[in-house]
């Protein structure tokens, strides 16, 4: 079996060493955000998040047996275990509801990274869809794993370790690994552009780098 996604990923591993490098994830991993900060963070993930979930819509539809179907559903069903209930509880800490946060305005670098990822898995291929929605949980265990290995004291005292604790850790490494596997198969397995492919897993990755260093940024904006 070709093992094309390595070779994809090592395309973005440039931008998502950046992304360790942001303001915004220096802070997480110490613990010195400002408040106004995670919590812009925590709306901002929990909306792209949501259409994160429609993605798998779109692409569960265009999938052609029952393992693919399943490999999907369990991919999301960790992501949800691992993010959702966490946010949920740090949402409700800080007074907020559903409603409130869905009547945020996503910033425009989260709303171009929302509308790119929802136009690849509604309008192109399995695997083009794939390839747009892989770095997010590929990034985030390469970038949270590799910075907890350097400084396994990461987590102590941080206000931001319920958080944290999704991204790092030998299960999300493993997940991690099933996922890569599974887009490898896929392209082993159904026709693609290879130099397509990494454009589209590339830009997501950019979309990555773009995600943090908004994130920085505190201000939140309401539909009136």
Not at 20 to 25: D, I, R, S
Not at 28 to 36: A, E, P, Q, Y
Not at 145 to 150: C, D, H
Not at 169 to 196: D, H, R
């Amino acid at each position: 079996m070709t093992n094309y996604i390595d070779e994809i990923i090592k395309d973005s591993l440039p931008i998502w060493d950046e992304c360790m490098n942001t303001p915004f994830v220096k802070g997480f991993v110490n613990g010195t955000l400002k408040d106004s900060q995670i919590t812009k963070y925590i709306v901002e993930d929990t909306r792209y998040l949501l259409n994160y979930a429609k993605c798998y819509a779109y692409l569960i539809t265009k999938c052609n047996t029952l393992e693919e179907i399943r490999m999907f559903y369990d991919i999301l069903a960790f992501v949800k275990e691992n993010e959702t209930s966490v946010r949920r509880k740090f949402i409700s800490n800080h007074d907020l509801t559903d409603e409130i946060v869905e009547s945020t305005i996503p910033d425009l670098e989260n709303q171009i990274y929302i509308d790119s990822m929802m136009n690849w898995c509604a309008n192109g291929s399995l695997i083009e869809g794939t390839m747009s929605i892989l770095p997010c949980m590929l990034s985030y265990t390469y970038i949270f794993n590799k910075l907890y290995k350097e400084n396994p004291n990461m987590l102590d005292n941080n206000p931001y370790k319920e958080i944290l604790e999704g991204y790092i850790g030998v299960e999300v490494e493993e997940m991690t690994k099933i996922w890569s596997n599974f887009a490898n198969e896929l392209m082993n397995k159904y026709p693609f552009s290879f130099e397509k492919c990494k454009t589209i897993f590339r830009f997501s990755s950019l979309r990555e780098l773009e995600f943090w260093h908004m994130s920085y940024n505190n201000k939140l904006e309401f539909i009136k």
